[in-house]
C-alpha cells in the first residue's frame, strides 16, 4: 500500500464520527457517576475523575458540569495555609454552585471557620446537608449548634468535634441548643469531647428516638443511661464514658437497662466504676463487641467485663478489637462465638497464636478475620492448622477466614499453597481496604 493510501485511509477513519458522541446522554451520565464514586478532594489531584471528565471535550463538560449529582460528596482538605484557603475560594464556590439542589455530603478537615469559606459558602449551604463530618475541622461548633430549628432537615447523619474547654463548657450548660429540633431524618450522631470533664449532652435536645448509629465520648455513665433508654431503635453504640457518681451507679444495681435492638457495642470506661456501669446493661441481642483500652487496671476490670459477657453474650456472634490473653481467656468458654475478629495477625500473644493454629477453638468458630495480615501470614496459619488437625483428626472443613489490607495472590508457590487449602474446603477471603464489619 503506498504512502497516500496510508494518509487517506487514516484521514477517512479519523474523520468517521465516534460512537461515544452519539451515545444517549443518560447513558453518558450513569458512566459519569460510575467513574466518580469516591468522595470530591479538595484541592482537587490532577488524576481526580470529575475533572479528567470535564477536560475531553466540550461536550463532556457540559455533561458533567450541569450533573449535581457529580458533585454531592465532597472533602475539604486545605491544610493549614492561608494562601491555599483563599485559592479554594471559587473551587468550593463552583463545586457548591454545580451539586445544587442536591443534597450534599460534606467532610472538612482542617481549620476553616477562620476564614470566609466557612461563613460565606458552607454554613449558608447546611440546609443541603445530608452528610456532615466535623470531626478534625476544628470548626467553632457554636455556629452550627445555633442554627434555627429545622435548618438541618436533611441531615442524616452527623459527626463532629465540641468543647475542648472550660469556656465551651460553660457556655453549652447556659445557652438554649436549637440546631437538632426538626431532624425527621437524623439516624446517626457522633458526639466527640475532648474535656476531661463529663458533660449533660440531654442538653442538645437531639431526637434520640430517630438514632440507630451513636457515638459518645467523655460522658458521665448515668447521663449515658439515660440517653440510650431514649434511643429506642438503636442498633450501633460506641461509648467512652468518663469517671461517674457511685451512689448513683449503685442505685441502678439490680435492674439493667434492656436494649433490645443493639447488635454492635464498642465500649471504653475510664475510671473505676466500670463494673457497676456495665452491671447496668442489658443487650439480649448483642451480636459484635468492641472492648476497647486495656483489659486490666485503670481501663478495664476483668471480672466486671466477665459479669457483662456472662449477661449479655447468649447471642454473641463476634468479637472484634484488640485481643489479649485476659480477654481470649473470657471469649474462649463462650459457646456461641461463630466469629472471631482480631486487629492484627503478627501482633497477637503467642498463647493465642497457638490455640488459632493448633485448632483449640471452641467447635461453634468457623470464621476469623484480621483487619491486617500478609498473605504469607494467613497462608502459614492455616497449613499450621491442617498440619494439628490432621495429627488429631479433627475437621477444619466449612472454616472462613477473612483477611483485610491485602489482595489474592498472584505469585505461582502462593497460589498453589492457596489452592491446597481451599480444595479442603477451607475458604479464604481477602479485602484490599481495611474493613470493621
Not at 120 to 127: A, E, G, K, Q, T
Not at 229 to 256: D, F, K, M, Y
Amino acid at each position: 500500500m503506498s504512502k497516500t493510501s496510508v494518509i487517506n485511509t487514516t484521514s477517512s477513519r479519523l474523520s468517521r464520527p465516534s460512537v461515544i458522541m452519539h451515545m444517549p446522554v443518560d447513558i453518558i451520565r450513569e458512566i459519569f457517576l460510575q467513574c466518580s464514586s469516591t468522595p470530591f478532594q479538595l484541592p482537587p489531584t490532577p488524576t481526580e475523575p470529575r475533572l479528567a471528565l470535564t477536560h475531553v471535550c466540550s461536550a463532556w463538560r457540559e455533561v458533567a458540569i450541569h450533573m449535581p449529582k457529580l458533585w454531592t460528596d465532597v472533602i475539604v482538605d486545605l491544610q493549614f495555609s492561608s494562601l491555599r484557603l483563599h485559592a479554594a475560594y471559587p473551587i468550593i464556590s463552583a463545586w457548591l454552585s454545580r451539586s445544587s439542589p442536591c443534597t450534599i455530603s460534606l467532610v472538612i478537615q482542617p481549620i476553616l471557620y477562620q476564614s470566609s469559606i466557612f461563613a460565606d459558602l458552607i454554613l449558608p449551604n447546611l440546609h443541603r446537608c445530608r452528610n456532615l463530618d466535623l470531626r478534625s475541622a476544628g470548626i467553632e461548633f457554636r455556629q452550627l449548634l445555633l442554627l434555627p430549628a429545622g435548618t438541618l432537615s436533611e441531615l442524616e447523619d452527623v459527626q463532629m468535634d465540641g468543647m475542648a474547654s472550660q469556656a465551651d463548657i460553660d457556655w453549652f450548660n447556659r445557652e438554649r441548643i436549637t440546631a437538632f429540633q426538626a431532624c425527621p431524618k437524623i439516624r446517626r450522631l457522633g458526639f466527640y469531647v475532648h474535656t476531661a470533664e463529663a458533660i449533660d449532652l440531654r442538653r442538645l435536645n437531639f431526637p434520640w428516638r430517630q438514632l440507630s448509629a451513636l457515638a459518645l465520648t467523655r460522658i458521665a455513665p448515668v447521663n449515658c443511661l439515660d440517653i440510650l433508654r431514649e434511643c429506642v431503635v438503636l442498633q450501633e453504640c460506641t461509648l467512652s464514658v468518663s469517671i461517674g457518681n457511685v451512689n448513683e451507679l449503685n442505685a441502678l444495681s439490680g435492674r439493667p437497662l434492656l436494649l433490645p435492638s443493639v447488635h454492635t457495642l464498642s465500649l471504653m470506661l475510664v475510671g473505676h466504676q466500670c463494673a457497676l456501669f456495665l452491671a447496668a446493661l442489658h443487650m439480649p441481642n448483642l451480636r459484635t463487641f468492641w472492648p476497647v483500652g486495656q483489659m486490666s487496671g485503670f481501663w478495664w476490670s476483668p471480672s466486671s467485663l466477665k459479669s457483662f459477657l456472662r449477661l449479655n453474650t447468649l447471642n454473641l456472634t463476634a468479637t472484634i478489637g484488640m485481643m489479649n490473653n485476659d480477654l481470649w481467656e473470657l471469649l474462649r468458654p463462650l459457646e456461641h462465638l461463630t466469629k472471631l475478629c482480631f486487629s492484627q495477625l503478627d501482633s497477637l500473644p503467642s498463647t493465642i497464636r497457638q490455640e488459632l493454629s493448633s485448632g483449640a477453638l471452641a467447635s461453634s468458630v468457623t470464621s476469623i478475620a484480621f483487619r491486617q495480615a500478609s498473605v504469607e501470614g494467613i497462608i502459614s496459619l492455616l497449613e499450621e492448622r491442617l498440619v494439628a488437625s490432621r495429627a488429631t483428626g479433627s475437621e477444619i472443613s466449612m472454616f472462613t477466614l477473612v483477611s483485610s489490607g491485602c489482595t489474592r495472590p498472584t505469585e505461582p508457590t502462593m497460589v498453589s499453597r492457596l489452592e491446597a487449602l481451599e480444595a479442603l474446603g477451607i475458604q479464604v477471603e481477602f479485602y484490599p481496604i481495611l474493613n470493621s464489619d
